[in-house]
């Protein structure tokens, strides 16, 4: 097979092409192109082009193109569809247990087909299948929704409120939804049931969180979010989490107050939030302003229950409009056949600013990382797959806007724009590696003066990344990245 280069005009987080000059969207990035672009395609007709989930990919009559077919029985990179199983004779009418712990249904005739199973066979209370039991209590959500539909989510926002799906310059249509209050220590869910379920480019909010149309800055609480499928799950663009901190006193940095000294104001910076671990201090202003505790570590490896980070402090100034960097968000994501991440999660924190957006005399710390749970038998990160679970930076004692590339390296803390000695920067946020960095101090205070003094803030600990499976394996190619605490499990079965 072979490709040309990807369309620079052209994604397809729908998996829709509609040039025909690039009529194949890239979804992972496997053929040549950025994941989720669309590129021109040569290849011989009929001919297998691997698997996307359990489809095969066939080359059309045109040899400009690869058209999904499903398969009955499961697919195999790079052969396709997988064969049927061979029938077996067996006793009319019965359902067993075999010794390779697949479950044997036999018919009237004395037929039967093997059925494989993803965690195991089992005759407690009738031979069956063994099934995954979700983390969190979410196994009630399951049991209420039998059938459900398909659902597709991409190209737009999620209010986690309203329960509402509002596609890109579209209007806001309901989805099913249950809520499951807050738990001592974690975030309350809205929980969506699905059968296959597709994640494109889409924020995840609540109402009370959305500014202007704009992500939340303040502190990210709200509910988490929970997504049960009881076939596949697609992860093929970006999903920002912005819902799901958790405000818990001494994971939470106190607010920092400033000092009024002579004619001159004085402050100090104020901490990151913690999650996984501590965030870290603010910066002083000597002879004038002193920070206060930084957020600590609280919460589970295993996300249980689930939650966010914890917002960063604030140094209260003469403004009264600042807003305290939000801790990531949280999401758990249950399959009971796989879940595949060709796209990204991310569950940053964020640094304090202003709530209008921008930075102003934003000097608050930055949020810590939040919380990804993934449950299914498999579970793979594709060669593009992202998860994210970072501290936030923290903020300068005047705001100039960083760059947040989505990877594992750690978020930069805000750089002043104030070269005179009165600013300072603040701290970079944690990952699993790095422990977040204070912020900077500045030089101390000089008699007389009448100028303001401002400290950088402490950057926010990371957050954690919970990966339960059938053997507490990953399917992990060596350019993915997963940039928090990570820990995985065996998932729960019946």
Do not use: W
Not at 228 to 237: C, D, I, R, S, T
Not at 281 to 298: F, Q, R
């Amino acid at each position: 097979m072979g490709c040309t280069k990807a369309n620079p005009s052209a994604t397809c987080a729908n998996g829709a092409c509609s040039d025909p000059e690039f009529p194949f969207c890239d979804v992972d990035g496997s053929f040549g192109g950025p994941p989720n672009t669309c590129i021109a395609v040569t290849c011989a007709a009929g001919s297998i082009g691997g698997c996307r989930g359990s489809d095969e990919l066939v080359c059309n009559s045109s040899g400009d193109t690869y058209d999904t077919q499903a398969c009955s029985n499961g697919c195999t990179d790079p052969t396709g569809c997988n064969a049927p199983p061979v029938p077996t004779a067996c006793t009319a009418n019965t359902t067993t247990c075999t010794s390779d712990g697949s479950l044997l249904v036999c018919d009237a005739t004395g037929q039967g087909t093997p059925q494989t199973c993803a965690l195991g066979c089992s005759d407690t209370g009738g031979s069956h299948c063994e099934e995954l039991v979700p983390s969190n209590n979410l196994q009630q959500f399951f049991d209420k929704t039998p059938n459900p539909a398909d659902l597709t989510l991409a190209g737009g926002t999620l209010d986690l409120d309203a329960s509402t799906f509002t596609p890109t310059g579209g209007k806001a249509t309901s989805i099913t939804s249950f809520k499951l209050a807050a738990p001592s220590g974690g975030a309350p869910l809205t929980v969506f049931v699905a059968n296959n379920l597709t994640l494109g480019d889409i924020t995840i909010d609540s109402t009370n969180n959305l500014i202007n149309g704009m992500v939340s800055l303040n502190g990210g609480v709200g509910p988490g979010v929970a997504f049960l499928a009881k076939g596949e799950v697609q992860v093929q663009g970006r999903v920002l989490v912005a819902s799901g901190a958790v405000n818990i006193p001494g994971c939470t940095s106190p607010a920092t107050p400033s000092q009024i000294v002579g004619n001159a104001r004085y402050a100090a910076g104020a901490g990151g939030g913690g999650h996984a671990t501590d965030g870290a201090d603010g910066g002083d202003v000597p002879g004038g302003a002193t920070h206060l505790a930084h957020g600590s570590a609280s919460g589970t490896d295993q996300l249980v229950p689930l939650r966010g980070g914890c917002p960063a402090g604030l140094t209260v100034a003469a403004s009264s409009n600042q807003l305290a960097g939000r801790g990531g968000g949280a999401i758990q994501l249950v399959s009971l056949r796989s879940i595949d991440v060709s796209g990204t999660i991310a569950a940053d924190g964020l640094a304090a600013m202003m709530n209008d957006g921008t930075g102003g005399t934003s000097f608050g710390g930055g949020g810590g990382g939040g919380g990804i749970l993934l449950e299914a038998p498999h579970v793979a990160l594709s060669v593009s797959g992202k998860l994210l679970a970072r501290g936030g930076g923290g903020n300068s004692g005047d705001f100039q806007p960083v760059e947040v590339p989505d990877s594992d390296t750690p978020i930069a803390g805000g750089i002043t724009q104030v070269n005179d000695g009165t600013r300072s920067n603040g701290g970079a946020g944690g990952t699993d590696t790095v422990n977040p960095r204070p912020g900077a101090s500045t030089p101390a205070a000089v008699s007389g003066e009448s100028a303001i003094r401002v400290a950088g803030g402490g950057g926010g600990g990371v957050g954690r990344i919970r990966i339960n499976t059938s053997d507490a394996s990953v399917d992990k190619q060596s350019s993915s990245v997963l940039a928090g605490r990570v820990t995985t499990g065996v998932v729960t079965a019946k």
